[in-house]
């Protein structure tokens, strides 16, 4: 029996959160609300600053004290409500000081109880109830959004369970990146099952996102993991997974289930043959990376179309099949790393990128595509991203065999010195397309 590992879930900002038998230990259920930007919650501070700069240097005649009536209100984007009440207090006295101090302002302590100065302290306090009222409201709807947030990705850990790192002779990692959607909740899956047939795999990726969106990703995993373990034929899983996602949408008529359609990818690689089936389902199409350092784009010879359009245009389903030899990885991912952008407006270019990394064994190849997604989108990706890669392992298949990263390690080092050799001799092995 294998044993699970921790699954690692990732933010837009690359934080790792542990979700297993590690973080279920860990016992803690607090919900942790993002904090503001150090500048921002500095700002209160630089605002007064600046009006201490200005008052000086302005006429007398030109009160820059005025400008504190704002104060709460500027603080109310990033403090409590308690904090907002305490700044308001403060900025009526502060009034009160550049009002009637000859030695700043140039004005005598008469000043103090001036009619416009009265005024400005009146507008302070109505202005500090209103940010007060704000920065409350502000916080019990971060808390909300936090307990959304906690909720959807509790949801998608459950649809997302740990995937076996290793499967026979097969090598599997796998990366989900969360976009910066607020509730951090969208219709991309993976997963990777043993069978009798070889290791089967399904990446996809369900149009739209919500609750909608999880619950059609649920059908569709459900059926799969059904489906993989019944069906001998690929062409046949992908059938059984479009009719699960039919009858589902039958039993709801009229909702969205019925409209959303999903792209994807299933794969099947035997135990004893050294190639690998691919059935693709209007899915960007998979990288395979030889053991010589090339990389190609398996681009479907008769692609199918998306699942849950089968009960409008058919349910044919063509399986194509390629050499996958040990050494050799294949790359599935969804269409959030192709269309992840930089400033210019520049899609991702993963092919490029790609070939730089061939022979790094799976986690350090999606750990690699995992930084530089962050980099070239300055960290603000704008959809979810989910990648799984598969390694063959050279041997015979050891059914039952605990997971071992020393060997994924040791044959990525072994593909790395094969492609350096290769490039070495010929100049062009990374050429391959």
């Known amino acids: 029996m294998y044993r699970p590992r921790e699954w690692i879930h990732r933010d837009r900002h690359g934080r790792r959160e542990a979700v297993g038998r590690g973080a279920a230990q860990s016992g803690s259920t607090s919900l942790q609300i993002p904090a503001p930007a150090l500048w921002m919650r500095w700002l209160p501070a630089i605002y007064v600053g600046v009006i201490l700069v200005l008052e000086p240097i302005t006429p007398v005649q030109w009160p820059v004290s005025f400008l504190l009536i704002a104060l709460p209100v500027v603080a109310a984007y990033t403090h409590g409500a308690r904090t907002v009440a305490a700044i308001t207090v403060f900025a009526v006295a502060f009034e009160a000081v550049l009002a009637g ?12 109880g001036e009619r416009h100065y009265v005024a400005t302290y009146i507008s302070t306090v109505l202005v500090g109830v209103l940010g007060t009222i704000l920065a409350s409201h502000r916080v019990r709807r971060e808390r909300t959004l936090a307990t959304v947030r906690s909720v959807a990705e509790t949801a998608q850990r459950v649809l997302l369970r740990p995937v076996p790192r290793r499967l026979g002779q097969v ?12 509730a951090r ?3 991309d899956l993976y997963e990777a099952v043993p069978t009798v047939y070889g290791v089967r795999l399904l990446i996809g990726d369900v149009r739209g996102k919500g609750l909608v969106a999880v619950e059609t ?3 569709m995993l459900g059926g799969f993991r059904e489906a993989a373990y019944d069906e001998p034929d690929l062409a046949a899983v992908a059938r059984r997974v479009e009719r699960s996602m039919a009858r589902r949408a039958a039993e709801l008529p009229g909702s969205e289930v019925a ?7 299933f794969a099947e690689i035997p135990d004893r043959q050294p190639v690998v089936r691919i059935v693709n389902c209007g899915h960007p199409p998979p990288l395979l990376i030889d053991r010589d350092g090339s990389v190609k784009e398996m681009n479907s010879t008769d692609p199918s179309l998306p699942l849950n359009l ?3 245009f058919g349910d044919e389903y063509h399986v194509d099949e390629r050499p996958f030899r040990p050494g050799d990885l294949l790359l599935l991912y969804t269409d959030g790393v192709t269309e992840t952008r930089d400033r210019t407006g520049t899609f991702y270019p993963l092919t490029e990128r790609i070939r730089q990394w061939a022979g790094l064994p799976p986690r350090e190849l999606l750990d690699r595509l995992h930084e530089d ?9 704008d959809d979810d991203t989910a990648a799984l890669a598969a390694n063959r392992l050279p041997g015979e298949p050891r059914d039952g065999a605990e997971p071992s990263d020393a060997e994924c390690r040791a044959e990525g080092a072994e593909g790395a010195e094969g492609a350096e050799g290769a490039e070495g001799a010929g100049g062009t092995a990374n050429q391959g397309n």
């Open 259 to 265: 409209e959303r359609f999903v792209t994807a990818v």
């Open 185 to 187: 909740i969208g219709g």
């Open 373 to 381: 997604l962050l980099a070239f989108s300055g960290a603000n990706l």
């Open 310 to 312: 089968g009960v409008l």
């Open 171 to 182: 090598c599997v990692e796998t990366l989900y990146l969360s976009a910066a959607a607020e």
């Open 217 to 219: 990703a649920a059908t």
């Open 101 to 112: 101090t000859p030695c700043c302002a140039g004005r005598s302590v008469g000043y103090v």
